[in-house]
């Protein structure tokens, strides 16, 4: 008898160790930090790899157009829109690189390019619709809601990465191009 109930407590124990405990304390996902970047100009000088302080080096990253993220962030993403009088189907062309903490740059989405759709975002600007490009990084960079008057959303994983750079290269009737960059982790 005195085994019987020992079992019962052991298997009680068990069940709520493997199947409600892990119910309780998992799988939600948290927003760590909502960063905004100016990008005001284009960048006359891209990162190459080997001209003076555009090398791929960390210490040639540009602070005014780099995230931070935290050692908790899992992911990103990223919506973008200008402010004042640009008009729908303006452009903005841009790469995203990623470092880790010392590490050397590496490019994640090629010449990306944003394209204003008509959804009306702050500063009386208009949001991004639409973004294409390449991806180049290690795992899958997804765009969605891509659509003329929505708000398009790039996401990917940041696993390894401790700061974005957002680098510039052509705007097309934008003057101010805003990129908000939304990190996510996990409890």
């Not at 009088?85 to 994640?108: C, E, F, H, M, Q």
Request: aromatic content about 10%; glycine content about 8%; overall charge negative.
């Amino acid at each position: 008898m005195k085994k019987s109930r020992i079992l019962v407590l052991g298997l009680c124990l068990a069940l709520m160790v493997f199947w409600i405990w892990p119910r309780d304390a998992g799988g939600e996902t948290i927003i760590l930090n909502v960063e905004t970047l100016i990008l005001a100009a284009v960048d006359a000088t891209p990162l190459d790899g080997s001209t003076s302080a555009r090398t791929y080096l960390s210490t040639d990253r540009l602070a005014l157009y780099s995230a931070t993220l935290t050692e908790k962030t899992d992911a990103v993403e990223i919506i973008a829109y200008s402010t004042g009088a640009d008009t729908a189907d303006d452009t903005a062309l841009i790469n995203i690189y990623g470092y880790s903490r010392n590490g050397p740059a590496v490019k994640i989405y090629d010449a990306c390019t944003f394209t204003l759709g008509t959804a009306t975002a702050p500063d009386s600007g208009l949001y991004a619709g639409i973004a294409s490009g390449t991806d180049l990084h290690s795992t899958t960079v997804n765009v969605s809601d891509s659509v003329d008057n929505g708000i398009v959303k790039i996401t990917f994983d940041t696993v390894g990465l401790r700061y974005l750079y957002f680098e510039p290269e052509t705007f097309t009737g934008i003057t101010n191009f805003i990129v908000q960059v939304r990190s996510y982790g996990f409890k």
